[in-house]
């Protein structure tokens, strides 16, 4: 009997967590300049100065920002997103296919769709509490100007954690965790096991390939690989 190929074989936990947060971290140093647009959007109206800047749009504050502070500001507080990626999106996506397999195992053959919501609340609240202070430190390095002779708080990641656990305590670097673990649960639940269920669908009706199909086959503990073997 021919045993299975490396092809055939899935991806072990410490692989999908490493590819998750790499991936994750790819997409943040793209993406980044719209998320700090995003936060100037949000607290717009904090300030209350004449002189206060106005940002209008997602490219208009990009590109207020880019010339009245300097394209570099655009990704102040990158270091932060960075670490929150390889806290956050490695473990709620890394996780999600062994945490799955935690609820289902002894139950039935395939996971079933209480097992994928189980398996996606869980990763994706695990992953906000561990994930929160650099959400937190990367929010404010996003937040804080230097126009208008204001001194910015905070000169660099390191020294902003070192100034809000000094000043605020160490909860303060779990501030605003509800709001954010509510939002991200039902993101991540949606997310993952909406795209589970997508594939499970493409996989049956032979749309798609899964990679590891033969060995779910040959052997019936490891069915789990055709639900999420690359969630």
Same mark, same amino acid.
């Given at each position: 009997?021919?045993?299975?190929?490396?092809?055939?074989?899935?991806?072990?936990?410490?692989?999908?967590?490493?590819?998750?947060?790499?991936?994750?971290? $790819? &997409?943040?140093? +793209?993406?980044? /300049?719209?998320?700090?647009? %995003? *936060? #100037? =959007? !949000?607290? @717009?109206?904090?300030?209350?100065?004449?002189?206060?800047?106005?940002?209008?749009?997602?490219?208009?504050?990009?590109?207020?920002?880019?010339?009245?502070?300097?394209?570099?500001?655009?990704?102040?507080?990158?270091?932060?997103?960075?670490?929150?990626?390889?806290?956050?999106?490695?473990?709620?996506?890394?996780?999600?296919?062994?945490?799955?397999?935690?609820?289902?195992?002894?139950?039935?053959?395939?996971?079933?769709?209480?097992?994928?919501?189980?398996?996606?609340?869980?990763?994706?609240? $695990? &992953?906000?509490? +561990?994930?929160? /202070?650099?959400?937190?430190? %990367? *929010? #404010? =390095? !996003?937040? @804080?100007?230097?126009?208008?002779?204001?001194?910015?708080?905070?000169?660099?990641?390191?020294?902003?954690?070192?100034?809000?656990?000094?000043?605020?305590?160490?909860?303060?670097?779990?501030?605003?965790?509800?709001?954010?673990?509510?939002?991200?649960?039902?993101?991540?639940?949606?997310?993952?096991?909406?795209?589970?269920?997508?594939?499970?669908?493409?996989?049956?009706?032979?749309?798609?390939?899964?990679?590891?199909?033969?060995?779910?086959?040959?052997?019936?503990?490891?069915?789990?690989?055709?639900?999420?073997?690359?969630?």
């Amino acid at each position: 009997m021919v045993g299975p190929t490396a092809s055939d074989v899935p991806p072990t936990m410490p692989v999908k967590i490493f590819s998750a947060g790499v991936a994750a971290c $790819v &997409a943040d140093v +793209i993406t980044f /300049p719209l998320d700090t647009a %995003k *936060v #100037r =959007l !949000q607290i @717009q109206g904090e300030c209350q100065t004449s002189r206060a800047i106005r940002y209008k749009g997602v490219l208009g504050t990009v590109t207020t920002l880019a010339k009245t502070e300097g394209p570099m500001k655009l990704y102040s507080g990158l270091p932060a997103g960075l670490q929150r990626q390889i806290s956050f999106a490695s473990f709620r996506i890394g996780l999600y296919d062994t945490v799955q397999e935690f609820f289902s195992t002894g139950k039935q053959t395939t996971a079933s769709l209480g097992s994928k919501i189980a398996a996606g609340l869980t990763t994706g609240g $695990v &992953a906000v509490f +561990i994930g929160q /202070p650099t959400e937190v430190v %990367k *929010v #404010r =390095l !996003q937040a @804080q100007s230097h126009l208008h002779g204001l001194k910015p708080r905070y000169t660099g990641t390191y020294n902003a954690y070192r100034i809000i656990a000094t000043t605020e305590g160490l909860t303060g670097l779990w501030k605003g965790t509800t709001p954010n673990l509510t939002r991200n649960v039902i993101i991540n639940c949606t997310e993952l096991v909406t795209y589970d269920l997508m594939k499970e669908a493409l996989v049956k009706k032979k749309l798609l390939a899964d990679l590891y199909l033969p060995s779910c086959d040959s052997d019936p503990g490891t069915s789990l690989c055709l639900c999420a073997s690359n969630s």
